[in-house]
């Protein structure tokens, strides 16, 4: 292979190109993305990036990095379209590339919702740098900030605007926040530890639209008929996967660009990374598409070695956290199809997890400011060893002695 083509400079595409140089490949490396960032990490922009006033980007590689490891990095540019029986990508400029193995990692973006007045001047999705200053520019002299959707980042938001003095309020239309991420347990906790921090959140509660004043939000209207005033309209909602260069080449797309075990499309010699990447999930034998650092950096390091002809068997443990004012969630495996809630701690304290298990087997667990009970939890998922639940619940049991 001479020529590798990746498209993205987010947390996969960037990792691959180090990943590919780390396996020893001496090929060209183009590495292309439309933002006009050096590549950074993306989660500190719902945390510290809003307080930090001048707060520089935390890049992902020194800017050394791409010279030394021969790594043409081009910023600013964007793939329009593949042709996959040609092996090159056109620019938007209309110049094309040619590869010997193109890479995807496209990443998703958010999803707005269709409501009345969501082009709004002062309603920002948080997504990259661009969206991070426009939020902070948005902030400046705004009282009320409206967070619509109670997901990670919109709860990772509402707990930095609280922090930084304003009147927040959360509207989540499911019963409760976080919902499909994490055990009811954890959700009230973070629900409560957002109210004791000054955020109104109203769940089970749907809007009618935003209303605006010369063309910049003032209020969003509840289904009810209440209206909250806004001066910054947040959305949160979940995202939808940049898969649309794949579809546009004919290639197979289900809620992302579907790929087998060595992240290989439907096309043989175009692969797919990271938020943009649908697979089945060695773990939960369905088909997912996970949204985390963690799966976009081992998928990374995995489908080089795929392109390089080495052997790799994907079975990095899914992980994630989320930092919510002083909560630290951490999250371990998958939890889904779990037929039994196991709590180590005490929720009342502020440190607890809980473990999740199907048939007597654990599955994942989701921990509030217990990380030892995550880093264990990673070794344990990954060893395939399930501690019994009467340990799990028995706090002078020694897990870490028990797993050993
Ligand atoms: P991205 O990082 O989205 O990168 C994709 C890149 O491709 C983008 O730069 C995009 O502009 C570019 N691109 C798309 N189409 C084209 C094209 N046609 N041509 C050129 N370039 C293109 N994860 C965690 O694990 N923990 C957290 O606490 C956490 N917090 C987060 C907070 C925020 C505010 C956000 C937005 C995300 C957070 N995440 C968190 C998720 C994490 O950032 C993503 O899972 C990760 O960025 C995925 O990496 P990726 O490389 O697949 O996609």
Known sequence: IERIVIVGTGHAGTQLAASLRQDGYA?????IGDETDLPYHKPPLSKAFLKGGEAELQLLRPEE?????????ML???????????????????????????????????????????????????????????????TVGAEDVVVIGGG????????????????????????????????PQISEHLAASAVAAGVRLLTATT??????????????VTANGERIAAQVVVVGIGVLPNQEL????????ANGIVVDRSFRTSHPDIFA????????????????????????????????????????DYRAVPWFWSDQGDAKLQMVGLSFDA?????????????????????????????????????LGRKMLAAGFSPPPAAVRDLSVDLRALAE
């Open 27 to 31: 090929g060209a490396i183009a590495l």
């Open 65 to 73: 990095f791409y010279v030394k490891n021969r790594v043409e990095l």
């Open 76 to 138: 600013g540019r964007r793939v329009a379209a593949i042709g996959p029986a040609e092996h090159r990508v056109a620019l938007d400029d209309g110049s094309t590339i040619a590869y010997d193995r193109l890479v995807l990692a496209t990443g998703a973006r958010p999803r707005l919702p269709a409501l009345p007045g969501i082009d709004l001047g002062g309603v920002v999705a948080l997504r990259n740098r661009a969206d991070g200053l426009m939020l902070r520019a948005a």
């Open 152 to 183: 990670f980042i919109g709860m990772e938001l509402a707990a930095t605007f609280a922090a930084l003095g304003r009147k927040v309020t959360v509207i989540e239309a499911a019963p409760r926040i976080l919902g499909r991420a994490v055990a």
């Open 207 to 220: 809007l009618r639209g935003l209303e605006g004043d010369q063309g910049r939000v003032s209020h969003v």
């Open 246 to 253: 794949a579809e546009a080449a004919g290639i197979a797309c």
């Open 273 to 312: 990374i990271g938020d943009v990447a649908s697979y089945e999930h060695w773990m939960a034998a369905r088909v997912l598409r996970l949204e985390s650092v963690q799966n976009a950096t081992d998928q990374a390091r995995a489908v080089a070695k795929s392109l390089l002809g080495m052997p790799a």
């Open 339 to 375: 037929d039994e809630h196991v709590v180590r701690g005490e929720s009342g304290a502020g440190s607890f997890s809980v473990f999740h298990y199907r048939a007597g087997r654990l599955l994942a667990i989701d921990s509030i400011n217990r990380a030892a009970d995550h880093m």
